[in-house]
């Protein structure tokens, strides 16, 4: 399975007016394989997950932003692995 193997799932980016209702499926899959999920702030995603669990990016369609993003969450991963080699 492709989630076994993610690093990072990308939630839904964009400015369709069906983003502020719903909760898309994918993040319930990146959930099951406690997988980090990175996504713009929609409130229909904080009914089912607390903010402080997800990677939230402020505006959805701001690609300078979402790859800043992606970048500093990989620099933690970074961290995260060498610390834990030194366990």
Not at 12 to 26: N, V
Not at 47 to 76: G, H, M, W, Y
Request: glycine share 4%; hydrophobic share 40%; net charge positive.
């Amino acid at each position: 399975m492709l989630y076994k193997k993610a690093e990072l799932c990308l939630g839904q980016f964009g400015k369709e007016k069906r983003l502020g209702r719903t909760i898309p499926h994918k993040i319930f899959e990146a959930a099951y394989y406690s997988r980090p999920y990175l996504t713009p702030e929609q409130e229909p995603i904080f009914e089912c997950f607390p903010r402080d669990a997800l990677i939230l990016v402020a505006t959805e369609s701001d690609s300078t932003q979402i790859a800043a993003k992606i970048r500093e969450t990989f620099d933690s991963f970074r961290l995260l692995n060498q610390k834990a080699k030194l366990i």
